[in-house]
């Protein structure tokens, strides 16, 4: 689409409103319109060309075998599946994705899953240690989090749920509090004021619930800004976010100031800690003293902590945490009349994996406090090497003051050709966007010996390699460069489902 950067300029700053109706105008004019969906038409076909390539082709039905497959066939091509997709995370060339990986850890997650795979905390009375695993996940994560989950107070107790991961974990608090918010102030429409590096799951949240997303610009440092948050609160809001740490830059929001504003205010603060709750609580005796995040500041009133990320659990739970009883009630869902019986649920699922809360617990006690101590600092020490290498490149700078999620950014090469000369280095790193960015979230898998170095190295190598040659026509770098140039978001957005389009088509 070949739009003149002046006009781009022009319509990138119309209001989205104004944009997004342009946009359906333009989409049905003759020529304009059939030149972008002529457009829109390759790209989605280049999108199923590349997910193809790297299909695997063993085993592929275009509907289900009428005869069953023999287990052994099947668990042989799995087996092959996963030998062949396992080298890149198991050699920690991936950012963030596995957090443990161990294999003897790996094998005792996949023993205790065995034992529970039928199990559903949907019947507590049929597997009644799995319901008591989640109330144990519920008071350990409490405690790490500065609160108390046995106190004798309604409404300071830290109380919570298990779920899925961290996009339903907030989703349920964005939940609880425009719940809450309706019952206690009368709010129909409120919002939510959250820092523009605060995770997509809010704005996911924002959409499902009715609710308005208010995004605030942050620092050049990618913390969020104070006075802005406080600038966007308004007698609607119901509740300010900040990030422990943010995902785009791994940088702690100034929790302590914007959950005391919050207070004074009388709304909820939430700690969004899905990526950094289980290392920060553990920083300090590790040797890498952080700022207070958590329910030791009186304004935080909840919490979202992924047990499978730094929690070394299997993937698919989380903590989501309430300082008080009644905003955990608000997340509740119950329908007293259904003809089916009584029926409620906790969340938004009805029937869980059992494994995966047994697994959790598992994970959680096999490695006890000490554990994760010296796993944080494993983390911690190995990212500090690797900042220092990212350091010494004179082309790259690094944002903000990050601990473990390492973001660069330069102000003389393409950063996205950078992430892929990594790519063909066999680097999966993550691209960031305004600013254009990349980073790397280290995990346990990074602190494996040699790994910071050769990512040292390759990094050196691929800043060299793209100075010294001309761009490439794919890779990411195109990819970006094309989401920055097209003028309205909804072409952005149809782009990125033509891509989901392509995994479930090709
Ligand atoms: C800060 C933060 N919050 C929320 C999430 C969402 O977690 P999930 O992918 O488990 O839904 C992530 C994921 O990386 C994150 O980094």
Redesign the pocket.
Known sequence: MDIPNAAQAVLSRLPKGVARRLEVVLDKLPIVGDMVRAEKKKLAESMRESVRKHRPTELKFDALPREGLSQELILETLRTFSTRESPMWREGRVS?GVYHGDEQHLRFLNEVYALYSQANPLHADVWPSVARFEADLVAFTAKLMGGDAHLDDDEQVVCGTLSS???ES?MLAMKAYRDHAQATRGIKHGNIVAPVSA?P?FDKAAHTMGVEMRRVPVDGDGRANVAAMKAAVDGSTLVMVG?AV??PHGVIDPIEELSAFARSKGIGFHT?A??GGFILAFAAEAGFPVPKFDFSLPGVTSM?N?T?KFGYAAKGS?VVLYRGRALRRSQYFTTPEWTGGLYVTPGFAGSRPGALIASAWAAMVSLGHDGYVKHTRAVLETAREIRKAIEAIPQLRIIGDPLWVIAFQSDVVDVYRVLDEMAKRGWSLNGLQHPSAVHLCVTLRHTQPGVAQQFAADLRAAVEAVRDTPPAKDGMAPVYGLASSLPFKGMVSDMLCSYVDALYDA
Do not use: K
């Open positions: 963030g991961g961290g996009t907030i995770h799951a990030s943010s995902f969004d899905c990526l979202s992924d499978h989380s």
